[in-house]
């Protein structure tokens, strides 16, 4: 008997280094945080989804079979229901409640918490379990990206592609896997190097020792939905037919000499970030957090110059981290405003306002 109550947590992340290489088939470092996105699902006889957003106290009701398009957080719940019924794990009636802690648009990926805390709390009402925590035999998504475990039910990676299916066809963001495989898999003092060529995930030991990481919020908000993030893709799309590759991450930089701008600095960008995700799991490998701070300022400045993510919130936010003595700081998610990441050393004390994040665990049934 599928059970009549379930609840899930899914953390929101924190991308070390390796932004807007997911969807060009490049690398990328992320790490789940602690705030995340907690839903309460019970079962119901009607037909329908009633869901509460505890934190602005609003409500949807809509029948089961709706496909109705709205707006907003309700988008994602629709969405949810939509996916998991196409993929044929259709969710019962049930009355949700949706709580959480990651500022919406501050880059730390509410929609992804959302989404995926959503779907597995749907999912756990038809009675899949796969929303538990992983166990260790379950292994990371080997690099040919299949699922050491795929017995029954839907892998997590399937169920990282279900959410961010709810994010591309049902709220607008053209955005790729990287949040959804971050809050799907991350792990107690541990970053993902994720390779989305292949999917393949190799967890890396990230050890700060005294050192801290915190995020400073520019206070400028981004909406994937609508902004600059779906012209970024678009553009590497176009790089891409130019090339004649299908993921950027196939070509070179002596080929992209030959692009037109700004399709040549966007692509420059993909391949030195790719390099530099490389470089950080070294230099985290080998306890090189100096090197990192450098590896992260370097980012930062491709994604200024190269893929022109910055906004003067942002600049002003960067200087602000560097000033109180961080050893490197950049622009993290999407861009276009949102949070700022910024690694500090023992002696140096963060700016009012920051918030130290650490890698913890990945999402999962309470
Ligand atoms: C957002 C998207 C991700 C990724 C980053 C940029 O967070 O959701 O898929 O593209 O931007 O690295």
Redesign the pocket.
Known sequence: MPPERAAAFAPGRV?LI??????NGGL?LPFAISQGVTVRAEASDEQCIRALAVDIDEEDAFALHDRGRVEGWRAFVRGTVAELTSAGFPPPGARLQIVGDVPPGA?L?S??ALEVALCLALLALTGNRDGQPRDAAEGFPRPDGELSRAAGGLPRLEIARLCARV?NDWVG?Q?????QLASLFGEVDTALCIDFATLGIDPVPLHLEDWRLVVLDSGERHL?AGGG?NERRAECARACELLGVRSLSEASAPEAQRLPEPLRRRALHVFAENDRVRAAAEVLRSGDLPALGALLSASHASLRDCFEVSTPAVEATVERLLRAGASGARIV???FGGSVLGLFPPDAHPPAGAREVRPGAGARLL
Do not use: P, Q, V
């Open positions: 991308n390796g932004e807007h290489t997911d969807y990328a880059g990926s929609s992804a994010e963001a955005t790729g896997l990287l949040d994937h993030y998610g999407g861009g």
